[in-house]
């Protein structure tokens, strides 16, 4: 208390202005006086009195917003909670945006997302550890740079790519640091995949992975986008539901009939092929069958035989007419059938392969081992080279043949194969099917052997899968769902493709002897390529020549025989950039929790837990919080192609039509993303919402400016001590919980729980319970009254703990609350504040007769009109409610005691039934005329007072009384 004393001593006099709830309340209190001539005690009412304003609104928002940034700790806090408090840290670490475009909706819900993850810590008094960081290199931006430029070298590229994504990077962080986000902005603060210092630790990184056995380079079929010149990764795909192909079915002569058949080899005998690739035809150097399947040969009204899998009889006839039963085969007897090669005539095997079944299709299954995974491994189980007659615009080669060198794989050379085979060709139609396409270019992607660098997947795959069991997911009711996914995409992938043909990126570091085709690389060696990247810049790999790179210890090492040397020119895969990005940020390599979309789980959320486990046998990530995606109000995803994007600056400043999209602040925006963004794999950006997100905050801007106000003040020199009631006592009671849920919800990160939490609290018991029930208290009593300065007490402890509740979600108003505090006469930051809530406050015995004689609230309100105090009240209590009701008023009869307080009657007789199980009141109306001050009690003298507010007026300055 003489702590309130002191500071109560020092606290400025602020201007009179009455809150809106001041305001109401007394206007309810004198709604009904009449016009006579009567004394006016509005002036001696102790009413809530602030200069907290009780909107902000257009641009006044935007300089509070900008002025609460840059004078209130939001851009120190970072470094302030560093060195101020304690560990253990809680580390969250940051999935790089792409440096790339203007900041959206999808940064707007993971910055803030990721902000109030670590708010709600630093409140707390823990310590944080967050680096933001931005992945700098791949091929959107190189586009976006050669869209540009013509005829330019590799160096060119880079550093145009360079300026661009600098630039990005600007307007991004300005952005970011504009939302509140704490984090040290500064260069040396935050990671940069394109950095020198980032690259130099990729390099150590993939050499360790290299000594491991788990970096190889293999001539393999990998997904090959023509328009990007460059292998992708199955991440960097997205698959249209729309795409068409020729969709065949095609006949194949065989040469070397099974020893079963030999009663037909006066006969053509064909196998029945489908295709949806027709174009791969050039390169078929199998038929694949499977040893468990029964094939029968069929013939047709033109005398052709054929052979196909009996269970995929009936749907081949749907499309090619009836056909005749000859007789059966088993698969495992096709091994000693040959084929003649549709175009080239070759006599081609039948090879057994597993993945051949009979879904679709006719069980006997072209094989192009250049172009499928499957295929691929068949040639590779019987030692078939791998002919592969495609280029890199996806063209075919002069090797496939006049008739089709230079032809577009997916347009001109199907349509040229097609008839080069013609009568062959048994049925043509077209399909619309799921189909993968280049994420970035959006144009469809082929299957094409080539030489790439690859990560084993299938030698950490086990520990993997054993690594994911342990790891939490939240939300928790998608944990299931989300598991599987992460799960899915590690199983289906035996080898993870990390070399990519493009110039903007790190370069794998590597030697190639253009004779041998050997690779070399070496520890060693990469120490001095990282001490070179030091002196001359992360572009030296494509700035000096290959006897620089090499040096004089290599050329020792290699006996001077150097000139069959040639650098590499494939880069990393950008998500082996962001994947390695735990080793470069991390204390002790591990994070408590990666946040981010759910379309990470294949992308940086695999790449990460891939890299980890092969380095350090163990996940980066203890947790993972996934969050949903900005969508239109038709829920589509935004999109500038479509035009539904929504720029969040828009919602934070307004538009250029302030009437269409008016200035809501960032607390809007912020409150926007916790209501909606953890709960829902779409997130809804909606007019609607976004209003309903304002108002929420302009509910809690009004309650918190009732709060400060009642803060004010009213006498200086205060020595009384408080004394609680047990309404106070329940309201403490009630905040104890109220934090305590809070912060549980919090920590499982249900943000939009928190929100519906805040509001629910105001709207039932902040304002309707405590504030009205209390009111008489707080503005009829004398300044000094220890019930009144209870209250206050009670209130400034409402404050505290209702706006250190919402810091997290929205530090701009919690902050803005902060500099109007009147003990907080130094300006001090909310965030650097400490602060606990008693435990003593946890009184669950109070609650119980509080909330009894709160339950009887209702009752009163539905048989009283809108002023309850011109009632007095009977109450025949219940055996059960008597004990708490009977706390509440000791006597049988009172006016002065809580339960009349909080059930806001005038007097309230109270009896107690032996036998009754409910409790019954009966209210009946005041005969004599209430005070003229308090409007609660009956008055006394000619004034019309009554006793309480003639002792307070005597205390008083009378001389404020006007008639």
Same mark, same amino acid.
């Given at each position: 208390?003489?702590?309130?004393?002191?500071?109560?001593?020092?606290?400025?006099?602020?201007?009179?202005?009455?809150?809106?709830?001041?305001?109401?309340?007394?206007?309810?209190?004198?709604?009904?006086?009449?016009?006579?001539?009567?004394?006016?005690?509005?002036?001696?009412?102790?009413?809530?009195?602030?200069?907290?304003?009780?909107?902000?609104?257009?641009?006044?928002?935007?300089?509070?917003?900008?002025?609460?940034?840059?004078?209130?700790?939001?851009?120190?806090?970072?470094?302030?909670?560093?060195?101020?408090?304690?560990?253990?840290?809680?580390?969250?670490?940051?999935?790089?945006?792409?440096?790339?475009?203007?900041?959206?909706?999808?940064?707007?819900?993971?910055?803030?997302?990721?902000?109030?993850?670590?708010?709600?810590?630093?409140?707390?008094?823990?310590?944080?550890?967050?680096?933001?960081?931005?992945?700098?290199?791949?091929?959107?931006?190189?586009?976006?740079?050669?869209?540009?430029?013509?005829?330019?070298?590799?160096?060119?590229?880079?550093?145009?790519?360079?300026?661009?994504?600098?630039?990005?990077?600007?307007?991004?962080?300005?952005?970011?640091?504009?939302?509140?986000?704490?984090?040290?902005?500064?260069?040396?603060?935050?990671?940069?995949?394109?950095?020198?210092?980032?690259?130099?630790?990729?390099?150590?990184?993939?050499?360790?992975?290299?000594?491991?056995?788990?970096?190889?380079?293999?001539?393999?079929?990998?997904?090959?986008?023509?328009?990007?010149?460059?292998?992708?990764?199955?991440?960097?795909?997205?698959?249209?539901?729309?795409?068409?192909?020729?969709?065949?079915?095609?006949?194949?002569?065989?040469?070397?009939?099974?020893?079963?058949?030999?009663?037909?080899?006066?006969?053509?005998?064909?196998?029945?092929?489908?295709?949806?690739?027709?174009?791969?035809?050039?390169?078929?150097?199998?038929?694949?069958?499977?040893?468990?399947?029964?094939?029968?040969?069929?013939?047709?009204?033109?005398?052709?035989?054929?052979?196909?899998?009996?269970?995929?009889?009936?749907?081949?006839?749907?499309?090619?007419?009836?056909?005749?039963?000859?007789?059966?085969?088993?698969?495992?007897?096709?091994?000693?059938?040959?084929?003649?090669?549709?175009?080239?005539?070759?006599?081609?095997?039948?090879?057994?392969?597993?993945?051949?079944?009979?879904?679709?299709?006719?069980?006997?299954?072209?094989?192009?081992?250049?172009?499928?995974?499957?295929?691929?491994?068949?040639?590779?189980?019987?030692?078939?080279?791998?002919?592969?007659?495609?280029?890199?615009?996806?063209?075919?080669?002069?090797?496939?043949?006049?008739?089709?060198?230079?032809?577009?794989?997916?347009?001109?050379?199907?349509?040229?194969?097609?008839?080069?085979?013609?009568?062959?060709?048994?049925?043509?139609?077209?399909?619309?099917?799921?189909?993968?396409?280049?994420?970035?270019?959006?144009?469809?992607?082929?299957?094409?052997?080539?030489?790439?660098?690859?990560?084993?997947?299938?030698?950490?795959?086990?520990?993997?899968?054993?690594?994911?069991?342990?790891?939490?997911?939240?939300?928790?009711?998608?944990?299931?769902?989300?598991?599987? &996914?992460? !799960?899915? +995409?590690? =199983?289906?992938?035996? $080898?993870?493709?990390? @070399?990519? *043909?493009?110039?903007?990126?790190?370069?794998?570091?590597?030697?190639?002897?253009?004779?041998?085709?050997?690779?070399?690389?070496?520890?060693?060696?990469?120490?001095?390529?990282?001490?070179?990247?030091?002196?001359?810049?992360?572009?030296?790999?494509?700035?000096?020549?290959?006897?620089?790179?090499?040096?004089?210890?290599?050329?020792?090492?290699?006996?001077?025989?150097?000139?069959?040397?040639?650098?590499?020119?494939?880069?990393?895969?950008?998500?082996?950039?962001?994947?390695?990005?735990?080793? &470069?940020? !991390?204390? +002790?390599? =591990?994070?408590?929790? $990666?946040?981010?979309? @759910?379309? *990470?789980?294949?992308?940086?959320?695999?790449?990460?837990?891939?890299?980890?486990?092969?380095?350090?046998?163990?996940?980066?990530?203890?947790?993972?919080?996934?969050?949903?995606?900005?969508?239109?109000?038709?829920?589509?995803?935004?999109?500038?192609?479509?035009?539904?994007?929504?720029?969040?600056?828009?919602?934070?400043?307004?538009?250029?039509?302030?009437?269409?999209?008016?200035?809501?602040?960032?607390?809007?925006?912020?409150?926007?993303?916790?209501?909606?963004?953890?709960?829902?794999?779409?997130?809804?950006?909606?007019?609607?919402?976004?209003?309903?997100?304002?108002?929420?905050?302009?509910?809690?801007?009004?309650?918190?400016?009732?709060?400060?106000?009642?803060?004010?003040?009213?006498?200086?020199?205060?020595?009384?001590?408080?004394?609680?009631?047990?309404?106070?006592?329940?309201?403490?009671?009630?905040?104890?919980?109220?934090?305590?849920?809070?912060?549980?919800?919090?920590?499982?990160?249900?943000?939009?729980?928190?929100?519906?939490?805040?509001?629910?609290?105001?709207?039932?018991?902040?304002?309707?319970?405590?504030?009205?029930?209390?009111?008489?208290?707080?503005?009829?009593?004398?300044?000094?009254?220890?019930?009144?300065?209870?209250?206050?007490?009670?209130?400034?402890?409402?404050?505290?703990?209702?706006?250190?509740?919402?810091?997290?979600?929205?530090?701009?108003?919690?902050?803005?609350?902060?500099?109007?505090?009147?003990?907080?006469?130094?300006?001090?930051?909310?965030?650097?504040?400490?602060?606990?809530?008693?435990?003593?406050?946890?009184?669950?015995?109070?609650?119980?007769?509080?909330?009894?004689?709160?339950?009887?609230?209702?009752?009163?309100?539905?048989?009283?009109?809108?002023?309850?105090?011109?009632?007095?009240?009977?109450?025949?209590?219940?055996?059960?409610?008597?004990?708490?009701?009977?706390?509440?008023?000791?006597?049988?009869?009172?006016?002065?005691?809580?339960?009349?307080?909080?059930?806001?009657?005038?007097?309230?007789?109270?009896?107690?039934?032996?036998?009754?199980?409910?409790?019954?009141?009966?209210?009946?109306?005041?005969?004599?005329?209430?005070?003229?001050?308090?409007?609660?009690?009956?008055?006394?003298?000619?004034?019309?007072?009554?006793?309480?507010?003639?002792?307070?007026?005597?205390?008083?300055?009378?001389?404020?009384?006007?008639?």
């Amino acid at each position: 208390m003489s702590i309130l004393i002191a500071n109560m001593k020092r606290i400025k006099t602020t201007k009179f202005t009455l809150s809106t709830y001041a305001k109401f309340y007394y206007a309810m209190w004198f709604r009904s006086m009449s016009n006579a001539a009567k004394p006016s005690y509005t002036k001696t009412v102790l009413l809530p009195q602030t200069d907290f304003p009780a909107r902000r609104s257009g641009k006044k928002r935007i300089e509070m917003d900008s002025y609460l940034i840059e004078k209130c700790g939001f851009l120190e806090l970072y470094n302030w909670q560093r060195k101020n408090l304690s560990g253990p840290d809680f580390t969250l670490h940051d999935g790089p945006p792409y440096a790339n475009g203007e900041p959206h909706m999808g940064h707007a819900i993971n910055k803030i997302l990721k902000d109030i993850t670590l708010r709600s810590k630093i409140i707390t008094g823990r310590r944080v550890h967050y680096v933001p960081g931005w992945d700098c290199h791949g091929l959107p931006i190189e586009q976006k740079v050669l869209s540009d430029l013509k005829n330019v070298n590799s160096l060119e590229v880079r550093q145009k790519a360079r300026k661009y994504a600098s630039e990005a990077i600007a307007k991004q962080r300005q952005v970011f640091m504009s939302w509140g986000v704490v984090a040290d902005w500064s260069e040396l603060g935050c990671y940069f995949t394109n950095h020198v210092s980032y690259i130099k630790n990729q390099l150590h990184q993939f050499m360790n992975l290299y000594d491991k056995g788990l970096v190889f380079r293999a001539f393999k079929p990998v997904h090959w986008s023509p328009s990007s010149k460059t292998a992708l990764a199955e991440s960097e795909l997205e698959y249209n539901e729309s795409h068409q192909s020729k969709s065949v079915i095609i006949r194949m002569q065989l040469h070397t009939l099974p020893t079963r058949l030999k009663n037909l080899e006066n006969k053509p005998v064909y196998a029945l092929i489908w295709t949806t690739t027709p174009w791969s035809l050039v390169a078929n150097q199998a038929i694949a069958f499977s040893s468990d399947i029964e094939y029968c040969i069929v013939e047709d009204n033109s005398k052709n035989l054929y052979i196909l899998a009996q269970q995929c009889l009936a749907s081949i006839e749907q499309k090619m007419g009836s056909l005749k039963l000859i007789s059966t085969i088993k698969g495992k007897e096709l091994s000693e059938a040959t084929y003649l090669h549709p175009i080239t005539k070759e006599h081609l095997p039948f090879l057994s392969g597993q993945h051949v079944t009979t879904d679709i299709g006719t069980g006997l299954v072209h094989t192009a081992p250049a172009h499928g995974p499957e295929d691929f491994l068949i040639a590779i189980q019987n030692n078939i080279p791998v002919l592969s007659l495609i280029d890199d615009d996806g063209c075919f080669l002069k090797e496939a043949g006049d008739k089709f060198a230079g032809l577009n794989v997916l347009t001109d050379g199907a349509d040229k194969i097609l008839d080069h085979i013609g009568v062959d060709v048994l049925h043509a139609d077209t399909i619309t099917h799921s189909y993968p396409y280049d994420w970035r270019t959006k144009k469809p992607v082929i299957i094409r052997a080539s030489h790439q660098w690859f990560i084993d997947i299938n030698s950490i795959k086990e520990k993997a899968i054993d690594s994911i069991a342990n790891i939490r997911i939240y939300p928790e009711q998608n944990r299931t769902s989300y598991i599987n &996914a992460l !799960l899915a +995409q590690i =199983k289906q992938r035996p $080898y993870w493709c990390i @070399s990519r *043909q493009r110039a903007w990126g790190t370069p794998i570091p590597v030697l190639h002897n253009k004779r041998t085709g050997d690779a070399y690389t070496s520890r060693k060696w990469i120490e001095r390529l990282c001490k070179l990247m030091e002196r001359h810049g992360a572009d030296f790999w494509w700035e000096l020549p290959t006897e620089k790179l090499i040096g004089r210890d290599l050329r020792q090492e290699l006996n001077n025989d150097i000139g069959d040397l040639e650098k590499g020119t494939d880069i990393m895969d950008i998500w082996l950039d962001s994947g390695l990005s735990w080793s &470069a940020v !991390l204390p +002790q390599c =591990k994070a408590d929790l $990666y946040l981010e979309g @759910s379309d *990470q789980f294949r992308g940086w959320f695999q790449s990460s837990l891939l890299t980890s486990i092969a380095l350090q046998e163990r996940s980066p990530y203890s947790a993972l919080f996934v969050h949903g995606f900005a969508v239109d109000d038709k829920a589509s995803k935004m999109s500038k192609s479509v035009g539904n994007v929504v720029n969040p600056e828009v919602i934070t400043k307004g538009g250029k039509n302030l009437d269409k999209n008016p200035i809501y602040g960032v607390d809007t925006l912020r409150w926007w993303v916790a209501s909606h963004g953890c709960q829902h794999s779409q997130v809804p950006v909606t007019t609607t919402l976004l209003r309903e997100s304002h108002e929420s905050i302009q509910r809690l801007r009004s309650v918190l400016r009732f709060l400060l106000g009642v803060l004010h003040s009213h006498k200086d020199g205060i020595v009384t001590e408080s004394e609680y009631l047990y309404l106070d006592k329940y309201m403490l009671h009630v905040l104890h919980q109220y934090n305590k849920e809070v912060q549980i919800l919090y920590d499982d990160y249900l943000y939009h729980h928190v929100c519906k939490k805040i509001i629910n609290f105001l709207a039932n018991t902040v304002s309707p319970v405590y504030c009205h029930l209390t009111k008489d208290r707080l503005y009829c009593d004398d300044a000094a009254s220890p019930t009144r300065l209870a209250v206050v007490e009670v209130m400034r402890e409402t404050l505290t703990v209702l706006t250190r509740s919402i810091a997290p979600i929205v530090p701009h108003l919690a902050e803005e609350v902060w500099l109007y505090y009147p003990e907080n006469l130094a300006s001090v930051p909310l965030y650097h504040t400490e602060y606990e809530v008693p435990k003593i406050w946890h009184q669950p015995e109070i609650a119980k007769h509080v909330e009894t004689a709160l339950s009887l609230r209702g009752k009163v309100n539905t048989l009283a009109d809108d002023n309850t105090w011109k009632f007095s009240g009977t109450i025949t209590a219940s055996k059960n409610d008597y004990e708490s009701l009977s706390i509440l008023q000791k006597n049988q009869e009172s006016s002065t005691s809580e339960l009349c307080e909080i059930l806001q009657l005038s007097s309230i007789t109270l009896l107690n039934s032996l036998t009754a199980d409910e409790t019954q009141i009966k209210l009946h109306t005041v005969e004599k005329l209430l005070c003229q001050r308090c409007r609660r009690h009956l008055e006394l003298n000619s004034n019309g007072l009554c006793s309480r507010c003639i002792k307070v007026l005597d205390v008083t300055n009378v001389s404020s009384i006007s008639l």
